[in-house]
């Protein structure tokens, strides 16, 4: 992620200490003297300048509008005001600002800047908001104390969990705000997503809570469960499908393996042995149909994934159900219909801004962490007889949003912006990328109608993730 920080202070110094490899540092301020004497310290700056931060020349010169983080760290608020103003007319969305004098807040909140006030907790505040803008800590005045505040994301794994499970020596769930209503938690309370949890505990309790809600963790599959289900169909290319699955068991920490078969093979056994030495792997001989018994295994089995071959139910079976969405919505855990196109070296979302596409796209950006891998999200816009005079906002929105989700996980978001038909113009795109993934919303369909999911699952010529649950 590429910050530009104007001013080089004592607090850019404690932040600079604290950034990673991760970030890609632009320092400005108007003494060559105070730049100098971090060139030779070991801090990852790509850029140093000499020049006025509060000049629009300046701030052009370095090209603004091109970072994802503005910070105005200078110990004048005009100066700093000035700065932050033109970054925002810029149009950079992430903007923070030192103030100085606590009058001057006011000012700073009228053009929607976040705004910290000079104390010897500075450092700590940028850094948090750096790390995850969902998470705002703020140190109390009085005593050696700190209030968090964090937003809960559909992936933590503390989800449905009681709000008993939130309290620890050092810090103490006190408040949630459920759809703008303040609710103070008793301990038998679920968590939801979506909830905003009000934490009241000691001071650096940060790192601890966000370990404790794996805030910056890998969650797929291991958010689902650590191992990974593999439907042998029999007269199918085992072969493929296993490859494809330990592609993704080998990267994304699955602890084991069971591959469902109809009879026994000896052969398949000694295939996935050759593949790992520190996944436990076994096979399992099934009477009947594979996919009649993943229901069950994948509920039992602390299963994170499903992987299957592509299928079609008979038509008369087809008309009533999707048969690949049902399967989705039976488990326990998403379900992964392989048609052997890894590496995963570009994953694609269709987005529409749902809560579920929410959820595809949080597992892809997870995914892409632990793969290494590129994520676009295709928005496509219907026909104005269909979504009426309001597509073009919907479409600016549903980008936003997405926007929104991936700059948390700190990597780049390519947009893919169509208008037509969703399932031919995703299945058009879909053919350059090696994964669609997917979040389910429904299993039903009308008699007859098309299931836009389950079309695009038969039909996208890449493997499809479906994240139903």
């Given at each position: 992620?590429k910050?530009l920080?104007?001013?080089?202070?004592?607090i850019?110094r404690?932040?600079?200490?604290?950034l990673?490899e991760?970030?890609?540092?632009?320092?400005?301020d108007?003494?060559?003297?105070?730049l100098n004497?971090?060139?030779?310290?070991d801090y990852?700056?790509?850029?140093?300048s000499v020049?006025?931060?509060s000049?629009?020349v300046?701030?052009?010169?370095?090209?603004?509008?091109n970072?994802?983080?503005?910070?105005?760290?200078?110990?004048?608020d005009?100066?700093?005001l000035?700065?932050?103003s033109?970054a925002?007319?810029?149009g950079?969305?992430?903007?923070?600002?030192?103030v100085?004098e606590?009058?001057?807040?006011e000012k700073?909140e009228?053009?929607?800047?976040?705004?910290i006030?000079?104390s010897?907790?500075?450092?700590r505040?940028?850094?948090?908001y750096l790390q995850?803008?969902?998470i705002?800590v703020?140190?109390?005045?009085?005593?050696?104390?700190?209030?968090?505040?964090?937003?809960v994301?559909h992936h933590f794994?503390?989800?449905?969990?009681r709000?008993?499970?939130?309290?620890d020596?050092?810090?103490k769930?006190?408040?949630?705000?459920?759809k703008?209503?303040l609710?103070?938690p008793?301990?038998?309370?679920a968590?939801?997503?979506?909830?905003?949890l009000?934490?009241?505990?000691?001071?650096?309790?940060?790192?601890?809570?966000?370990d404790?809600?794996?805030?910056?963790?890998?969650h797929?599959?291991?958010?689902?469960?650590q191992?990974?289900i593999l439907?042998?169909?029999?007269d199918?290319?085992?072969?493929?499908?296993?490859?494809?699955?330990?592609?993704?068991?080998?990267?994304t920490?699955?602890?084991?393996?069971i591959a469902?078969c109809?009879?026994e093979?000896?052969?398949?056994?000694?295939?996935?042995n050759s593949?790992?030495?520190?996944?436990?792997i076994?096979?399992?001989?099934?009477?009947?149909?594979?996919f009649?018994?993943?229901?069950?295994?994948s509920?039992?089995?602390?299963?994170g994934?499903?992987?299957v071959?592509?299928?079609?139910?008979s038509?008369?079976k087809?008309?009533?159900k999707?048969?690949?969405?049902s399967?989705?919505h039976?488990?326990?855990?998403?379900l992964l219909?392989?048609r052997?196109?890894?590496p995963?070296?570009r994953?694609?979302v269709p987005?529409n801004?749902?809560?579920?596409a929410?959820?595809?796209?949080?597992v892809a950006?997870?995914l892409?962490r632990?793969?290494e891998?590129?994520?676009a999200?295709?928005?496509?816009?219907?026909?104005?007889?269909?979504t009426?005079?309001?597509?073009?906002?919907?479409?600016k929105?549903?980008?936003e949003?997405?926007r929104?989700?991936?700059h948390?996980?700190?990597?780049?978001?390519?947009?893919i912006v169509?208008?037509?038909?969703?399932?031919?113009?995703?299945?058009?795109?879909?053919?350059?990328?090696?994964l669609?993934?997917m979040?389910?919303?429904t299993?039903?369909k009308a008699l007859?109608?098309p299931h836009?999911g389950?079309?695009?699952?038969q039909?996208?010529?890449?493997?499809?993730?479906?994240?139903a649950?």
């Open positions: 992620m910050v920080i104007c001013g080089v202070g004592k850019t404690h932040l600079l200490r604290r990673g991760n970030w890609r540092v632009t320092l400005v108007k003494s060559e003297e105070r004497q971090l060139v030779t310290a990852n700056i790509e850029r140093m020049g006025d931060v000049s629009p300046t701030l052009d010169e370095i090209g603004v509008a970072f994802d983080y503005v910070l105005a760290l200078t110990d004048n005009k100066v700093n000035a700065t932050a033109y925002k007319a810029q950079v969305v992430h903007v923070l600002a030192l100085n606590h009058e001057n807040k700073f009228e053009i929607q800047v976040r705004s006030l000079g010897t907790m500075l450092a505040n940028i850094f948090h995850d803008p969902r705002n703020t140190p109390l005045t009085f005593g050696p104390s700190e209030v968090m505040e964090v937003d994301a794994r503390m989800v449905g969990k709000a008993s499970t939130l309290i020596k050092d810090w769930v006190v408040a949630v705000f459920r703008k209503e609710i103070f008793e301990p038998d309370m968590i939801e997503a979506d909830d905003r009000v934490i009241v505990g000691r001071p650096d309790i940060f790192r601890p809570i966000c404790l809600l794996e805030c910056g963790h890998p797929f599959p291991l958010a689902y469960g191992g990974l439907a042998l169909a029999p199918q290319n085992h072969e493929a499908l296993i490859r494809e699955s330990m592609h993704l068991a080998q990267n920490k699955v602890k084991h393996l469902l109809s009879k093979e000896s052969s398949i056994q000694k295939e996935l593949w790992s030495q520190t996944i436990d076994r096979t399992e001989k099934v009477e009947g149909d594979v009649d018994h993943l229901q069950e295994s509920a039992i089995g602390n299963c994934l499903v992987v071959h592509p299928f079609e139910a038509f008369f087809s008309m009533a999707p048969t690949l969405v399967l989705a039976s488990l326990s855990c998403p219909v392989a052997n196109t890894q995963y070296e994953i694609l987005f801004g749902t809560p579920k929410e959820l595809g796209l949080e950006v997870d892409a632990q793969l891998s590129d994520v999200i295709v928005v496509v816009e219907q026909a104005d007889f269909i009426g005079s309001e597509a073009k906002d919907w479409v929105s549903t980008v949003r997405a929104e989700i991936v948390i996980h700190k990597i780049e978001l390519k947009e169509r208008k037509g038909n969703p399932v031919k113009e995703i299945v058009d795109v879909a053919k350059d990328f090696n669609l993934v979040g389910s919303m299993k039903e007859f109608a836009v389950e079309l695009l699952a039909e996208v010529p890449c493997s499809v993730l479906i994240v649950n």
